[in-house]
């Protein structure tokens, strides 16, 4: 009998189970999610990035390792906390596997910060930025109202803190309160809080609905992670922008968050933050009992100085009836003396008018003398009319003669021309005459037509005999003549 004897390495391959990719894949997933199907992990987080689709990839890492996260858009929308690059943080989740790329990664359904050290950095940082905005800035608070109508609160509606706030409101000064309900801590406490502030803030004013003259923002006492609500930068925000007087009662009076920073007025509780609200009723009644009874004592004094005085001057001024009878006596005499001088007025303003009535004269006499003045005039009247005539003559004589002795016709007889261009105007110099190759040069007996050549051009064979288009010189010397008789004859 034959035997086949089988190698052993065929042996091996039979007894191992073949795998694709995929399987050996998805089967490493399936063993990680089930082995770490709930965990919690420390570290520091880093290349935190928010895809458009809204999940969060980011690295978690220690000083030895890194794990990649991932918080997906509904788990990360669900967060208090707002993640950031160097954040030390505790997530909570599971183990997964990537196996496209075959690489795990921590699958994040929950994120704390990890300890008290880490919340305070944070809010260090966090208070940095907003002070160099220029959020707590003393200049930009307001002054509260010193006895305000309405009070807005926003709070939790069922803690204690409305209640401690309405008992004080009670016992010092009863006022209208509107209170807006919030949460005050954990999940969408910080929106609600930042959200009550603009509604308040948005309100106009009615009937119905009148606006705050002051808003207090409260919350009981409480650890620092209770109270990260009223550390939110979307908190801080909405107080710097409320026009509102508002006063931060969050916490007791060690407690301090960053609404304490922007806020107008800070409360060490919220009792202390209605006390800060309105004056004590009582002390209001005392101090305007004490007022009035002042005002009183001063009024009284004030009346007793001004009865003496007027005593004094009583006493002073002497009898009225006996200041009467020197009066009426001094009138008497005064009525006497003005009746004489009126006489005397009389008299002479009679005596002023027979005088002047006397030395005017018959209005016919004032009338021929007139009418003798103006014959006088109107008959020296042809005289003076020649002599201004033949003034004006002599000098237009004289203008005529200058302007006779001035006209260029005169210059041309003595030789000289005028160059004109095609359109009959004047040039007067080389540089103007080169811009034209038509021109014409006016003498004293008439024109002739020219054309230039330029500096380069042949010279051109002297005319025999230059032929005017137009003789205007003798014309022209007529109308000077003619011009001279005319003006001789105008006079």
């Given amino acids: 009998m034959m035997t086949t004897e089988i190698p052993s390495d065929a042996a091996a391959r039979s007894n191992v189970p073949e795998m694709s990719v995929s399987e050996l894949s998805f089967s490493l997933k399936r063993t990680l999610e ?55 943080v505790i997530c909570t989740g599971r183990i997964s596997t990537y196996p496209a790329r075959s690489n795990y990664q921590l699958i994040i359904e929950k994120m704390e910060l990890a300890g008290e050290g880490a919340l305070l950095k944070l809010l260090e940082e966090r208070k940095r930025k907003l002070a160099a905005e220029g959020l707590f800035d003393p200049a930009r608070k307001k002054d509260l109202p010193f006895l305000p109508q309405t009070i807005g609160v926003v709070t939790s509606p069922t803690g204690a803190v409305i209640r401690d706030i309405m008992h004080r409101l009670d016992d010092r000064f009863p006022r ?12 969408g406490a910080a929106d609600q809080i930042a959200n009550a502030i603009r509604k308040f803030d948005m309100i106009k004013g009615t009937d119905d609905l009148p606006r705050p003259d002051v808003l207090i923002v409260a919350r009981g006492g409480g650890s620092l992670e209770d109270l990260m609500a009223f550390n939110e930068e979307n908190v801080v925000r909405a107080a710097a922008e409320c026009s509102i007087p508002l006063i931060s009662a969050v916490g007791h009076e060690t407690d301090t968050t960053l609404i304490d920073f922007v806020a107008d007025q800070r409360a060490p509780t919220p009792t202390g933050a209605a006390e800060i609200a309105v004056p004590r009723r009582a002390d209001l009644i005392a101090r305007l009992s004490e007022t009035s009874q002042r005002l009183f004592t ?77 014959e006088d005039r109107v008959s020296r009247l042809p005289q003076i009319g020649a002599r201004i005539v033949g003034d004006h003559k002599t000098r237009l004589q004289n203008v005529a003669g200058l302007l006779e002795a001035y006209a260029y016709t005169n210059v041309l007889k003595r030789g000289y021309a005028v160059v004109r261009d095609e359109a009959g105007k004047p040039l007067g110099s080389a540089k103007a005459a080169a811009a034209h190759n038509a021109m014409s040069l006016e003498f004293h007996d008439g ?38 008789a005319d003006q001789g004859s105008l006079f």
Avoid at 63 to 83: A, F, Y
Avoid at 320 to 346: A, C, H, I, M
Avoid at 460 to 472: C, F, H, L, N, R
């Fill in 34 to 88: 089930e082995t770490y199907g709930r965990i919690r992990v420390r570290g520091e987080l880093s290349r935190v990035k928010v895809a458009a689709s809204g999940h969060m990839y980011s690295d978690l890492k220690d000083e030895n390792s890194v794990i990649n996260v991932i918080c997906w858009k509904g788990t990360l929308s669900k967060m208090d906390l707002q993640p950031e690059e160097g954040m030390d």
């Fill in 176 to 187: 209208h309160v509107l209170l807006y309900p919030v949460l005050v801590q954990g999940q």
């Fill in 298 to 374: 001063a009024m009284s004094r004030h009346i007793e100085v001004r009865k003496d005085r007027t005593e004094n001057f009583s006493k002073r001024l002497g009898d009225p009836q006996r200041l009467l009878e020197n009066k009426t006596q001094k009138f008497d005499n005064v009525t006497q003396r003005l009746s004489g001088l009126f006489e005397r007025r009389l008299s002479a303003a009679r005596e002023r008018l027979v005088r002047y009535s006397a030395q005017i004269r018959h209005p016919q006499y004032l009338v021929n003398d007139a009418q003798r003045r103006l």
């Fill in 447 to 484: 024109l002739v037509d020219v054309h230039a050549a330029g500096q380069d051009a042949p010279p051109q064979p002297s005319p025999q005999k230059a032929k005017p288009k137009k003789k205007a010189a003798p014309a022209k010397k007529q109308d000077s003549g003619s011009t001279k």
